[in-house]
Nanobody
Framework: QVQLVESGGGSVQAGGSLRLSCAAS????????LGWFRQAPEKEREGVAH???????NYAESVKGRFTISRDNAKNTLYLQMNSLKPEDAAMYYC???????????????????WGQGTQVTVSS
């Protein structure tokens, strides 16, 4: 059974940084597409970043240049480095995994197979 466990959320002032981690249970991790979604109160869930099996990355326009997604296949761990955080980045962040890509031409599909339980990020102005 696929399990994803996020950590690293917290509270930070605007302009600060956080690094989220996602530890995955043993599955065919290295061949899965991985990513991060987020959801703020009363807003729809949105894709933030996507990384393919070879480490190629895609980002939402709102986070490009500030967030970096990376994966360590040897450790079955996914990361999201978030810099220059803004109040509008505050949300619950979810780690996701799917054997198929969930990104196409700037669009993140929400029908992803596996989701973590989420980690809260709060950004104060």
């Amino acid at each position: 059974q696929v399990q994803l466990v996020e950590s690293g959320g917290g509270s930070v002032q605007a302009g600060g940084s956080l690094r989220l981690s996602c530890a995955a249970s043993a599955f065919a991790y290295s061949i899965y597409y991985l990513g991060w979604f987020r959801q703020a109160p009363e807003k729809e869930r949105e894709g933030v970043a996507h990384i393919d099996r070879d480490g190629r990355t895609n980002y939402a326009e709102s986070v490009k240049g500030r967030f970096t997604i990376s994966r360590d296949n040897a450790k079955n761990t996914l990361y999201l480095q978030m810099n220059s955080l803004k109040p509008e980045d505050a949300a619950m962040y979810y780690c996701v995994a799917d054997p198929w890509s969930f990104y196409n031409g700037g669009y993140f599909y929400t029908s992803v197979a596996y989701w973590g339980q989420g980690t809260q990020v709060t950004v104060s102005s």
